[in-house]
């Protein structure tokens, strides 16, 4: 399968704990995307790479989150002292821009769970 | 600014019926249109996407839209639904600005679809 994967499937933790999650886009795709989803919500997004440059940033991605993309190829979102309201779905995509159009294809996503 | 509004939050059918998910949006900037679908605990996956040219698309599983420039509509449709065709589906837009413009999508609130045999 060449999706994009995305690891844990699943997080659960306690408030105030550090989580990681990682996403792996295809191979020949050079730009990569986070959102988040809450219940009942479409997804928001929050941070874009171009190849490892982290070109934009979300108002909702606050000082805990921070999100690398080494070399341009996976990428990893931490989220530092987690908070209640940080339980949400993560998802990346990942696209490639050719002739000005580009289509994002999406991972299956990160639980996250917060108690 | 981009905003998407997506009409109605749950959407009940009985399978063969047709149906229709309503999507508007709002943009200063000409757009690119797409829909999603997501199935329980599981990523999106891309249905399909005006870019330009004709203002009918068609996707996979039968479904195809309609963009509508004046009413800033961009609904989707099936002829007949099935059972497997009960989801959570999402209107999107990105801008077509051109020259560095990235992908962006912002997203409306989501539509549940649930056919009744």
């Known amino acids: 399968d060449t999706g994009v994967s995305q690891n844990p499937r699943h997080k659960i933790t306690k408030r105030g704990q550090n989580v990681t999650f990682r996403c792996d886009p295809i191979?020949?795709?050079?730009?990569l995307y986070w959102y988040r989803q809450t219940l009942g919500q479409g997804p928001e997004f929050l941070t874009y790479f171009q190849n490892e440059a982290q070109l934009e940033k979300s108002r909702l991605l606050s000082d805990r989150f921070s999100a690398e993309r080494p070399k341009g190829s996976f990428s990893t979102l931490e989220i530092q002292r987690t908070e209640q309201g940080d339980s949400a779905m993560y998802l990346c995509a990942s696209s490639l821009r050719l002739a000005g159009v580009e289509t994002q294809y999406f991972g299956p996503g990160t639980r996250l769970l917060v108690l | 600014a981009q905003s998407v509004t997506q009409l109605d939050s749950q959407v009940p059918v009985f399978e063969e019926a047709p149906v229709e998910l309503r999507c508007n949006y709002s943009?200063?900037?000409?757009?690119?249109l797409f829909w999603y679908v997501q199935y329980p605990n599981q990523g999106l996956q891309l249905l399909l996407k005006?870019?330009?040219?004709?203002?009918l698309v068609k996707g996979i599983n039968g479904f195809e839209a309609e963009f509508n420039k004046s009413q800033t509509s961009f609904h989707l449709r099936k002829p007949s639904v099935h059972i497997s065709d009960t989801a959570e589906y999402f209107c999107?837009?990105?801008?077509?600005?051109?020259?560095?413009?990235?992908?962006?999508?912002?997203f409306g609130q989501g539509t549940i679809l649930t056919v009744h045999p």
């Open positions: 191979s020949e795709h050079n730009r």
């Open positions: 943009s200063s900037v000409s757009v690119y």
């Open positions: 999107a837009v990105s801008d077509n600005a051109g020259g560095t413009s990235y992908g962006k999508l912002t």
């Open positions: 005006y870019l330009s040219g004709s203002t």
